[in-house]
T-cell receptor
Framework: DVKVTQSSRYLVKRTGEKVFLECVQD?????MFWYRQDPGLGLRLIYF???????EKGDIPEGYSVSREKKERFSLILESASTNQTSMYLC???????????????FGEGSRLTVL | RKEVEQDPGPFNVPEGATVAFNCTYS??????FFWYRQDCRKEPKLLMS???SGNEDGRFTAQLNRASQYISLLIRDSKLSDSATYLC??????????FGSGTKLNVKP
């Protein structure tokens, strides 16, 4: 059974704190993604990685950084948390798409971050 | 402008009803199309891919209209267990997946 595991389901942090969100997948996928999900806005892509040490900005990278030192692990870092970063964070992984209609994403259960 | 637009609903339907959701996307270079399902407080999961010729999976039928940049999902004979939020997803450049904000479906007994 495929598995994407996020380290924390719920976190409460204070403004200005550094926050690490960890994600591990056991499917040997090349691609990993971090999204945030907010009511009415859907899932928005923060960063993705298509290989170890490789990363690309998504649509809302400001205030975030990522790290991918090993294939199975993709970390999201909030250098200085702010209240507008209160959200549900979803990690996903997926294999390299080999045909037009492949490319399923597998999601972790999410990390709900509250910044006070 | 959002990459993917969906009617948020909710759609409230009785069991056994047929219900249809639509979705429009803005990037004509989009390569692949999907419907995901997200249950309350759960992660999204793939429901089905959407093929150019249209495709069916049991009670679910997906259609794609590239000319109008429009995707649809039809659910026949709705079940209580179909209650969820349905996310329209488009992909381009192989690695960029864009999600709509979802359409909420409530199936009532």
């Amino acid at each position: 059974d495929v598995k994407v595991t996020q380290s924390s389901r719920y976190l409460v942090k204070r403004t200005g704190e550094k926050v690490f969100l960890e994600c591990v997948q056991d499917m040997d996928h090349e691609n990993m993604f971090w999204y945030r999900q907010d009511p009415g806005l859907g899932l928005r892509l923060i960063y993705f990685s298509y290989d170890v040490k490789m990363k690309e900005k998504g649509d809302i990278p400001e205030g975030y950084s990522v790290s991918r030192e090993k294939k199975e692990r993709f970390s999201l870092i909030l250098e200085s948390a702010s209240t507008n970063q209160t959200s549900m964070y979803l990690c996903a992984s997926g294999a390299v798409a080999v045909t037009m209609n492949t490319g399923e994403l597998f999601f972790g259960e999410g990390s709900r971050l509250t910044v006070l | 402008r959002k990459e993917v637009e969906q009617d948020p609903g909710p759609f409230n339907v009785p069991e056994g009803a047929t219900v249809a959701f639509n979705c429009t996307y803005s990037n004509s270079a989009s390569q692949s199309f999907f419907w995901y399902r997200q249950d309350c407080r759960k992660e999204p999961k793939l429901l089905m891919s959407v093929y150019s010729s249209g495709n069916e999976d049991g009670r679910f039928t997906a259609q794609l209209n590239r000319a109008s940049q429009y995707i649809s999902l039809l659910i026949r004979d709705s079940k209580l267990s179909d209650s969820a939020t349905y996310l329209c997803v488009v992909r381009y450049n192989f690695n960029k997946f864009y999600f709509g904000s979802g359409t909420k479906l409530n199936v009532k007994p």
